[in-house]
């Protein structure tokens, strides 16, 4: 330690003329102290306040350059120097210095640089706003034939790619091509690995999706899919998911995943559809995933069912009732679901069965796997009266509704629960009516108007008219149980509530008014005032219906 304070008083005292024998042993001096030890080494050069002398060393002429920004980048190795090299200025030269042409400086001033702002948001973000990411994209394009500065623009472009400020400026540059290119002469493993780790962050993106779907990605990852698809070992069965997820990643952009369908005859979507029937669970996964990115709009959607994807899901599905893979039954139910929402493919999807392989999922444990199973059934009701009476009929299916309506610690599986458990009655005859009644369901369509959406609200109050319609007697106690008629004071009452739902709250009004206890309860001069209010709603619908429910509220008082 005597030697490194002898080499740092020499260098503070050294001339400018940073060329100098003097200089550059003393900065070896400095170099091998860090190496030994570099906490004690970079603490002693901090007391020692030669910090503040290092930016004029950082000149693109000197030959001392490389040396200095090695020293940088080894102390700021320890988080404690981090902010002393921001407060010295260390950041602006170190930036100009990879515009430099020399190799060894820019390693060093990419090592330097990436620590200092190793782990920091704010400074990571400095860098962004200085413009560092052209330049190292340009770097990886004109270095690409040296490995260490190639790993150096790697690591950088991983980790500000983190930072959503970062994509706009990887847009503009051709970072896509360069990675494509770069990916297409790996060989090993870690060096996809690498590649992969900066892809999947900046394929977030939907611009640099396309980008990537345009600068021949998919063809790389579908060959690293052939590649890996039987292998065993660590790293194949690692390249095979990261590829795949990649791939599965680029259909979430609209205009990739167009560009990638091509009319359901693009190469690609053929290839990803025969990853459905392997016996690679991760191939299934991807598939799965994959068809449900694809069915994201009608025409989409009505080409693949046209051309029997649908069958290929169920079959995957078969497969999986025993083998019980729940991510795998997640993405083929998501799948499904989202085929379904084309009104023309309910009946042609209910016809092949589709009910049928979903409604064995019925006992899963899972809420990923019910909350998607309740999700594909409410989209095949939704306005097929024979479906919707077949399955409100069906005790399982009614006593699990009413079972997950109660899941508070699922909010979504609760949520799609009351909507299915809504839209069986909606869709339906009296006989669901009845099922529901006598399964006690009505106390969470009751719930389910309460909701802090508009459409649960008017689903659930559409619901329970139907059901005071249809049978009024049998539903009395429920709705009386439930508090209904509080809940429809609160909801008229309530001047955030949208004008469909104080409609229907007063169509509810007056289908209960033929029960005595109902009848009672409405009858009260708070809810008779409540609603008078309505008849000034700017809304007319509104305005009428509060004028006739106010008649029929006062007339039998």
């Not at 970072?175 to 900046?202: R, Y």
């Not at 977030?204 to 063809?219: F, H, R, T």
């Not at 008014?513 to 309860?521: Q, V, Y």
Request: net charge negative; with cysteine.
């Amino acid at each position: 330690m005597d030697n490194l304070s002898d080499a740092l008083e020499k260098l503070k005292l050294a001339s400018t003329d940073s060329t100098t024998d003097s200089v550059e042993s003393c900065l070896d001096c400095l170099l091998k102290a860090l190496v030994n030890n570099n906490t004690e080494a970079s603490a002693k050069i901090q007391e020692m306040g030669v910090l503040p002398m290092l930016p004029t060393m950082l000149t693109p002429q000197s030959t001392c350059t490389p040396k200095v920004a090695n020293i940088i980048a080894e102390m700021a190795k320890n988080e404690f120097m981090r902010s002393a090299c921001v407060e010295a200025g260390l950041i602006p030269p170190l930036i100009q210095l990879l515009n430099s042409t020399d190799q060894e400086v820019l390693l060093q001033t990419g090592r330097a640089l990436g620590n200092i702002c190793y782990d920091s948001h704010s400074l990571q973000g400095q860098l962004i706003s200085m413009g560092v990411i052209p330049t190292l994209v340009k770097l990886l394009g004109v270095h690409s034939h040296n490995t260490a500065l190639t790993e150096m623009c790697l690591i950088a472009f991983g980790n500000l790619a983190e930072l959503e400020s970062s994509k706009e400026q990887f847009a503009s540059t051709n970072i896509a091509e360069e990675l494509v290119c770069l990916f297409q002469k790996q060989t090993e493993h870690e060096k996809k690995e690498m590649i992969f780790e900066v892809l999947a962050p900046l394929a977030e993106n939907d611009v640099i999706k396309l980008q990537l779907v345009e600068a021949g990605l998919v063809e790389c990852l579908l060959e690293v899919v052939a590649q890996t698809i039987d292998g065993e070992r660590e790293e194949e069965v690692a390249q095979l998911k990261t590829a795949s997820d990649l791939m599965v990643l680029l259909l979430l952009g609209d205009e990739s995943m167009q560009k990638l369908f091509e009319g359901g005859k693009g190469s690609v979507f053929q290839r990803v559809l025969s990853w459905i029937p392997s016996h690679n669970h991760q191939l299934q996964l991807a598939g799965a995933l994959a068809i449900a990115n694809f069915a994201r709009n009608d025409g989409n959607c009505i080409h693949m069912v046209d051309t029997g994807i649908v069958q290929k899901l169920l079959e995957l599905l078969d497969r999986h009732v025993v083998e019980g893979n729940v991510t795998v039954q997640h993405a083929a139910l998501s799948a499904l679901r989202n085929l379904a929402i084309p009104v023309v493919n309910k009946s042609k999807m209910l016809s092949s069965g589709v009910a049928d392989v979903v409604l064995k999922f019925l006992q899963s444990e899972m809420p990923p796997v019910q909350f998607k199973l309740l999700g594909t059934l409410r989209m095949l009701i939704d306005t097929q009266v024979e479906a919707a009476d077949q399955l409100g009929t069906n005790a399982k299916l009614v006593e699990r509704l009413v079972e997950w309506c109660e899941a508070k610690d699922h909010a979504g599986v609760m949520g799609e629960s009351n909507r299915l458990l809504s839209a069986l009655i909606r869709h339906s005859k009296s006989k669901v009516v009845k099922m529901v009644i006598q399964g006690d369901g009505v106390k969470h369509l009751v719930t389910m108007a309460t909701s802090e959406h508009i459409i649960m609200q008017n689903e659930a109050l559409v619901a329970l008219g139907l059901i005071a319609a249809l049978d009024l007697v049998a539903a009395e106690k429920h709705f009386v149980a439930a508090d209904l008629v509080a809940v429809l004071h609160k909801l008229l009452s309530d001047e955030r509530s949208a004008p469909e739902i104080k409609y229907n709250s007063m169509i509810l009004i007056c289908a209960v008014m033929g029960s005595e206890p109902l009848h009672k309860e409405v009858q009260t001069r708070a809810f008779i005032n409540v609603v008078s209010k309505l008849r000034s709603h700017e809304n007319k619908t509104v305005s009428h219906q509060a004028s006739l429910t106010e008649q029929r509220l006062t007339a039998q008082s």
